[in-house]
């Protein structure tokens, strides 16, 4: 079986897949044109999201069993054309999880508390403790948007902060959770003093967090998004923040950065993203909340394990 490699990742999932005995093609500079030109040698493609997937993509692919993601979001591939070549959708949700739960907690943490503006504050050589004073996570409700793996994983890690609640809201109907309560969108927003979002990028989610969610969210509240930066209107959020309405932003995605989540500064910045730049009440991380060492390996080994499970060679 030949696989074709389009983004690097980690260096076991090559190595694994070769001693099991796949051939496995590198091409992760390789052009677009190049890669529709060579598809139909090959049986698997791991992709993280440097191409979009779609009818166009895999037309000369007639051999192509399986596309498999090295990670979990699944906005560059066209599922339903896939379900129609009868092509299998392989992804790792569950290998990143960990990671941005606790990139979720680190960012609520840095935000409630000021812990960018402190830190640059202290290394210019002032020291402002009133200017700094912080908030606790205890007693506060979370809401969180999507529970999935990322949401479940936030949840769990909450529990130790003895917070009043943790609700969440979800399009699917969970089975009873002993960690956080499923609610109405309407009660999330009357309840929640921190909202953390976890959703797939979808045409539900994209936008979602505007200026008409924001005016029905009761409570002034902090936002964290380690999702998909197209779920919140940087516009909205921007005027949230001046008026009062959102009490801080902790952003690891943005609706401004790039499909393929690489050089988003390439080109010229939009000003809502100069915006949020110059805002004492933005955190910004460059998307790598599930970006850590641990993950890096832990979704290479959940690739290999079901390719070799779906597609023994």
Known sequence: MKILHLDKNHDS???ELKSCGYIN???YKMTLANVKSIIHQFDGIVIRSRFKIDTNFLKNGKRIKFIARVGSGLENIDIQYLKK????LISAPEG????VGEHAVCLILSLLNKLNIANDSVKNKQWNRDKFR??????????IIGYGNTGKSLAKKLTGFNVKEIIFYDIIKKTKDSIARQVSIEELQNKSNILSLHTPENKLSIGMINKNFIEKVKNPFWLINTARGSAVKTKDLI???QNGKILGAALD????????????FDNKIHKNFLDLIQNDKVILTPHIAGWTYESHLKLAKIIVQKIQKDFPV
């Open 85 to 88: 070549r009868g092509i299998e």
């Open 25 to 27: 093609v590198e091409a």
């Open 134 to 143: 912080g908030h606790e996570i205890e007693n506060k409700t979370i809401g």
């Open 253 to 264: 995605v943005l609706e401004y950065e790039k499909k393929d989540f690489e050089n988003t």
């Open 13 to 15: 999932l090559i190595n």
């Open 239 to 241: 005027d949230g923040i």
């Open 96 to 99: 990143n999880s960990n990671a």
